[in-house]
């Protein structure tokens, strides 16, 4: 499956398919590779969809959608016999959104995942009506996770909260994208009330309250030169230099290593695992070497290799910020 407005590398299909070949991968029934976001105009995000989990990955799927999004997998024929395709219930219920996460969750439940860690696919994201798409998804994920709610309610309780304090958190960098500061505010004040521990573990939170706090400052500023009749003219344009955009990315990757968020995933992950599948291995993971490698190889080459794959000749002008662009296959 690709969804219509994202993109695969060249080689992703090969690679996924040799994967899901390997000896070892017999019991496997579904393969999926790393991605990268980009937004309307094709340019590379800050989100990078890295995670190292494969194998038994059912514990971690229900508190994190580890294959992304519906444009990463490749599923093999007789597994999808097995449980079937996607759900239509998500749209006679007028709730879109989780339908390949319901399909994964079906998966992993009854087979091995593999992965192929590597970034080969472009993942679309498009800003719209920010309250709706909560709402929207919210009813999408609690029908995903009737089933869950039926054997395991307490895990469901738990896991509800857990998405509802990273969407609350998200819907704050969407309102501070937008200008919206107070809203913004709220957001992160909800995010803490709902799960205090995973936002004081993560690098948005204090990223998003920096930004906030900086807008601020800034607007104070601005005030007090509108006395004195400056307008908003008179700030310099920040630097859109693909220096300082390398330098930006690189901080963030090795910032992320700071923060215990990952540790604190894990520990969730084992409870998760205690209660629903204890009879079955832990979710493996790879090395965080190859994580960063990947994050770092991204930021280097600023995702060169769809550009070099592409007949368009817009992406090999001179401009500056083509450098990191994904361009339309």
Known sequence: ?????????????????????????????????????????????????????????????????????????????SCLDDIGTYNTDFLSQ??????????????????????????????RQVIGSMSQNVDDMNRSRALALAPINKKYPHVYSA????????????????????????????????????????????????????????????????????????????????????????VKRYIIVFLLLLFPDNLLLSLRIRWIHSQVCPEHRLPQSISLKTIIGARLSAVNKGCRDFCEICSHTACKTSNKKAVHKWSDL
Request: with cysteine.
């Open 1 to 77: 499956p690709i969804d219509a407005d994202d993109i695969w590398h060249e080689e992703n299909i090969g690679k996924q398919v040799k994967k899901m070949l390997e000896p070892e991968n017999n019991a496997v029934g579904m393969v999926f590779s790393w991605s990268a976001d980009i937004d309307q105009a094709n340019l590379l995000t800050s989100n990078i969809r890295a995670l190292p989990y494969h194998g038994n990955i059912f514990p971690i799927m229900l508190v994190k959608n580890v294959v992304g999004n519906a444009s990463a997998s490749m599923i093999r024929r």
């Open 94 to 123: 007028q709730a879109q959104g989780c339908e390949d996460w319901d399909l994964y969750l079906r998966i992993a439940e009854k087979y091995q995942v593999a992965l192929v860690p590597e970034l080969l696919v472009g993942y």
């Open 159 to 246: 896991v509800m909260q857990w998405f509802n304090a990273a969407d609350t958190l998200q819907l704050g960098k969407k309102y501070y994208i937008e200008g919206c500061n107070q809203q913004a505010w709220d957001a992160v004040l909800k995010a803490c009330q709902t799960d205090w521990a995973m936002t004081l573990c993560t690098l948005k939170s204090y990223s998003l309250v920096s930004k906030l706090l900086w807008r601020s400052v800034c607007h104070r500023f601005m005030e007090q030169q509108s006395l004195q009749k400056h307008t908003m003219q008179t700030m310099p344009a920040p630097c859109a230099s693909n220096r300082r955009w390398l």
